[in-house]
């Protein structure tokens, strides 16, 4: 599967975005889908996730209550909308998809997409 990730750009603090990541192919619910980040200086993290038919999801804690991941497995996309951003949002963030039944929190997922810049002014 090939993924195509968008919507990035610049906002500030308190400010919010809304990631797409479409992806091709006609297996997309077959896949779980997640989104990474990394910024400068830091390893790549999981910030999200959810599982073929949405049926569970994961968030990393610093994005509990403020980032919302779901899928349209319809269109073959999954999307990420961020609100109350932080300037510690600021990453290049990446979506990705498992060969996993269930959401797995790690750093292996099966296919990727290019990043998509997000940047948090203060």
């Known amino acids: 599967v090939q993924l195509q990730a968008s919507g990035g750009g610049l906002v500030q603090a308190g400010g919010s975005l809304r990631l797409s990541c479409a992806a091709s192919?006609?297996?997309?619910?077959?896949?779980?889908m997640g989104w990474f980040r990394q910024a400068p200086g830091k390893e790549r993290e999981l910030v999200a996730a959810?599982?073929?038919?949405?049926?569970?999801?994961y968030y990393t804690d610093s994005v509990k209550g403020r980032f919302t991941i779901s899928r349209d497995n319809a269109e073959n996309t999954v999307y990420l909308q961020t609100n109350s951003l932080k300037p510690e949002d600021t990453a290049v963030y990446y979506c990705?998809?498992?060969?996993?039944?269930?959401?797995?929190?790690?750093?292996?997922?099966?296919?990727w997409g290019q990043g998509t810049q997000v940047t948090v002014s203060s």
């Open positions: 959810i599982s073929r038919y949405s049926l569970s999801t």
């Open positions: 192919g006609r297996t997309f619910s077959s896949y779980t």
């Open positions: 990705a998809a498992d060969n996993s039944p269930r959401v797995r929190v790690a750093n292996s997922y099966d296919f």
